[in-house]
């Protein structure tokens, strides 16, 4: 009986408080009809019973907290995603996804075709259009403000469905809050050592391939490489490939050039001994522990670790337990474990495991860019040829303090 007692003594407060608030105004303000506070007996749950109650065909869960960091545009960036889940038989098309303020001033509104891009499921990584009966899909939601006292601590979701069956035609989920974290991305130096052209591919946060790449472990989706980088770089003529044969990782600009650390920490893991794949073509096969070739986690404090994978066999100069500072020598790019052409994966996670762990922004001190890549497109069909790919400059080109590199820029670290 506790718990009921216990909400109606809510009730009872909340009628209270609104007495002693509304005594000095002219009209009492009546409480909303149909709002019964209650506590369920068995969970302890709190919940605000309306007697008005709305049908809800698509169930909108998001994960978070979310972190926001400033990019490479100058923009202070807020990214997350949203669990949908159609609930019914209908197939519901998603016509408008709207972000609020909780002052409720709208902060982005997408039409029908923005929703569709910004909404994936496993095999298909954007451009889902519809949710037929009990299909799942999450929606990538990403906005850009001026500054960080711009971002708000709480942003709501309201997502609009159409589906021929619903009684009005539509049905608006929502509103879904993500909660802002304050907490500060971790600012940190270079993962390479010093040199011109290198790519941020498959950067924050439109690419795909790290920021769409949920992984079922354990009974729960991890997103580690929420923030990942495939770190490439371009010769004097804009080619990954500098030497004569694709096919050979050591034709590629980038293969062999250090690895460095980019915080003082801890190197907590070790993965050595795996050779270099043939350039052109992910592997046949890779279990999930090899997946990132002879790689390094490092624990840099306050429970964050950073990740470098696919370097050289035998190039790994640090051991499980080495405390590293800042621009030391790691190993060696190359291209080990699950890839098809050599790089550098680097990423920051809230924990030690590259795969039970959820990805976390960061930037980078001091880095200049000269320009980007003009398209994922162009670079995935020019990566591994000898041909030069097609570069255009950024308004933002020159020294860039503090940011994240975002998806494509040419970075010059010195
Ligand atoms: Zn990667």
Known sequence: MAPSRRGTAVAGLLAAGAMVITGCVAAPEPAEPGVIPTTSPISGETRTTTTATALTPLLVTARGPVVPFTGSDGKVIVTYELALENTTPLTLTPTKVEVLAPSGAVLQTLDQAQAAAALAQPTKRGGVQQLTEAQTATLYVTLEFGARPDVPDRLDNRITVSAPGLPAGTATAGPVPVTVSPFPPPVLGPPLEPGTRYVAADSCCDSPRHRRAPLPI?????????????????????????????????????????????????????????????????????SPAQADGNSVVIDIGGGLHMLYAHMQNGSIVVNEGQRVTRGEQLGLVGNSGNTSAPHLHFHVMDGPSPLTSEGVPYTIDSFATTGEITSTAAFDELENTTRPLPVRPLPGDGRHRDQMPLDRVLVTFS
């Not at 490439?232 to 050591?250: F, I, M, S, W, Y």
């Not at 003082?264 to 794949?277: A, I, M, R």
């Open 218 to 286: 354990d009974n729960r989706v991890w997103l580690a490489q929420r923030f990942a980088v495939d770190w490439e770089q371009l010769d004097d003529r804009n080619r990954t490939v500098t030497g004569e044969n694709p096919a050979d990782p050591a034709d590629y600009t980038i293969y062999g050039k250090r690895t460095i650390a980019a915080a003082d920490g801890t190197v907590v893991h070790v993965e050595n001994g795996l050779p270099d794949q043939k350039p052109g073509a992910l592997p046949a096969t890779t």
